[in-house]
């Protein structure tokens, strides 16, 4: 059984867009790529056509990866309860009294200039449920550290 994935409705479009990209303009220009490269000869040692089809591959790959996503997703908005939840940005201070905020999400809802902290992270996980002014630690590579919440507001994207 496949777990659910939480996205953004800004999420879920960009994932949508990117493949109905793939499945069209993407398999035709692969398909050029790989006609050209057949045009050069001998198959045995064409490097231009083994690099076609890896990337035709790799592209495959990708289209099952953002299907299995978007059909195993939940496109929903944030509810606000005050506590840290999926879709949610937690305001944070760390031990060194630094102030970071986590966009408490998934990596498909990844957004330029925030810092992500999926739920199934170290970090991610430690503040689920956590409340402003709670204390919360969590273990990492490096040892355990420790953040306070300082404030939680739902992510608007």
């Given at each position: ?14 994932l949508v ?130 953040l306070t919440v300082k ?7």
């Amino acid at each position: 059984m496949s777990e659910t994935t939480w996205l953004t409705p800004a999420a879920y479009d960009k994932l949508v867009e990117e493949l109905e990209h793939l499945t069209t303009e993407g398999r035709r220009a692969i398909e050029q790529r790989i006609a050209e490269a057949r045009e050069h000869g001998d198959l045995r040692e064409n490097a231009e056509y083994d690099t076609a089809k890896n990337d035709q591959g790799l592209m495959e790959a990708r289209i099952r990866q953002l299907k299995h996503i978007i059909e195993n997703s939940e496109v929903r908005e944030a509810e606000d309860s005050g506590l840290v939840e999926i879709g949610t940005v937690a305001t944070v201070v760390d031990e060194d009294g630094y102030e970071l905020e986590y966009f408490i999400a998934s990596a498909e809802n990844k957004v330029p200039g925030m810092i992500l902290a999926s739920p199934t992270s170290p970090v991610g996980a430690a503040l689920l449920g956590a409340a402003p002014g709670e204390e919360v630690s969590y273990e990492a590579p490096g040892g355990t550290f420790g953040l306070t919440v300082k404030s939680v507001r739902i992510f608007e994207g």
